[in-house]
């Protein structure tokens, strides 16, 4: 599977003809693109236009390969669960909290869904307050019960952030967990949370995040072309000198057709 997303890559360059040639050299996933050398491209015969389009490209792409998204499931019903006699009297599960409706359009983005139940797994953090990572981690989750939401409120009462600052949460590999406050009531084993999992947690003020999405921009329009590292390598076209971080994003969430948090 790796190497195909390589092919994947060498088509949109239109350079899949010479594939089999990248295996040869070892190449196996996008990340060993990376260590190819041009002598390397002239033993597969490339011509200099096709050697300065893959160069630039891949010096042009991240050092990682994106994991696909978390998609938060529907959890199915419960398995049936065989009786196991025991000498100490049964005690039965407590039902989960009931669900609190949400809060009134002008509320908090980030509604008390359910009290927060204390667990004993746990997760790992990094915190941005600079471009220097601090690591964290945050104990006592139960998965069944504890909400994305809370969550995020969670590690902003452990850094101490304050009422006007709240966090964004990212996977590892950069993408964002919820691009919208639609999904912040799913429980952490919805979205197939496990125990130590690593997030990154960026510090932003509240007032800039918005639940309404920003109007698509066509992502095709620049004297620029970019490439994007999300599931896939995307390209959007930008101007370099009037677009800004706002409309670049708009074009790439245009691009994939998801609404512009």
């Known amino acids: 599977m790796s190497f195909d997303k390589v092919v994947e890559f060498l088509t949109d360059l239109r350079l899949q003809t010479f594939a089999d040639k990248f295996g040869e050299l070892g190449v196996t996933t996008l990340t060993d693109l990376k260590y190819v050398q041009e002598e390397d491209l002239d033993g597969m015969g490339m011509k200099k236009i096709h050697k300065n389009k893959f160069l630039q490209t891949v010096a042009k792409i991240p ?6 998204p978390r998609v ?13 006699l025991s000498p100490t009297p049964h005690i039965p599960t407590p039902a989960p909290p009931p669900v609190v409706p949400s809060a009134p359009s002008g509320a908090a983005l980030i509604p008390e869904v359910v009290p927060f ?14 471009l220097q990572p601090e690591r964290r ?3 006592g989750l139960d998965f069944e019960h504890t ?14 952030l304050g009422t006007s600052v709240t966090v964004e949460l990212f996977a590892p590999e950069g993408y964002p967990l919820a691009p919208d406050t639609q999904n912040y ?9 496990t125990d130590g999992d690593l997030i990154l ?8 995040v918005k639940v309404q999405s920003l109007p698509e921009l066509h992502p095709d329009t620049g004297d620029t072309q970019i490439f994007v590292k999300y599931n896939r390598t995307y390209v959007i076209s930008v101007d370099i000198a009037s677009d800004t971080g ?3 994003r708009q074009k790439l969430y245009s691009k994939l057709q998801i609404p512009t948090p």
């Not at 938060?72 to 196991?84: G, R």
């Not at 139940?117 to 600079?130: A, Q």
């Not at 939401?149 to 101490?160: A, P, T, W, Y």
């Open 63 to 68: 050092d990682f390969v994106a994991a696909p």
């Open 72 to 84: 938060p499931v529907t959890p199915s019903a419960p398995p049936l669960m065989t009786p196991v």
């Open 117 to 130: 139940v204390p667990g004993s797994n746990f997760l790992n953090y990094h915190i941005y307050r600079s």
């Open 137 to 139: 981690d945050i104990a």
């Open 147 to 160: 909400t994305y939401g809370q969550l995020k409120q969670l590690i902003s009462d452990q850094e101490k």
């Open 185 to 193: 009531d799913k429980s952490l084993k919805e979205w197939q949370f």
């Open 201 to 208: 947690a960026i510090p932003c003020r509240a007032s800039m």
């Open 246 to 248: 706002n409309t670049v």
